[in-house]
Nanobody
Framework: QYQLVESGGGLVQPGGSLRLSCAAS????????IGWFRQAPGKEREGISCISRSGDFTNYVDSVKGRFTVSRDNAKNTVYLQMDSLEPDDAAVYYCAAGVGYGGTCGIALNAMNLWGRGTLVTVSS
């Protein structure tokens, strides 16, 4: 069974940090670019970051650029999202998703992703 499982969410104070993990089971992540997405209550799901198959290419939306860092360890079949300087607006359910295509780059178009995790909740509050 192909699965992506996110973990690492929780409650953090503004200015704090969390590291999310996205672990694959049943298949190898080596062949997929990975996107991170989030959905806050009452808002649409948005892509925020992605990483290419090799890890050489990453991309971020402006709202998280300089604060979030995506990385991957293909040997562990896991992708990470390091989130620093968290703000209340970062509170959301965070999802990872795997996609084919994009060659040596990556993308965060929702309809370009082939497999989704169930998400992990991040709460930013004092």
């Amino acid at each position: 069974q192909y699965q992506l499982v996110e973990s690492g969410g929780g409650l953090v104070q503004p200015g704090g940090s969390l590291r999310l993990s996205c672990a694959a089971s049943g298949f190898s992540l080596n062949y997929y670019h990975i996107g991170w997405f989030r959905q806050a209550p009452g808002k649409e799901r948005e892509g925020i970051s992605c990483i290419s198959r090799s890890g050489d290419f990453t991309n971020y939306v402006d709202s998280v650029k300089g604060r979030f860092t995506v990385s991957r360890d293909n040997a562990k079949n896991t992708v990470y999202l390091q989130m620093d300087s968290l703000e209340p607006d970062d509170a959301a359910v965070y999802y990872c998703a795997a996609g084919v295509g994009y060659g040596g780059t990556c993308g965060i178009a929702l309809n370009a992703m082939n497999l989704w995790g169930r998400g992990t909740l991040v709460t930013v509050s004092s």
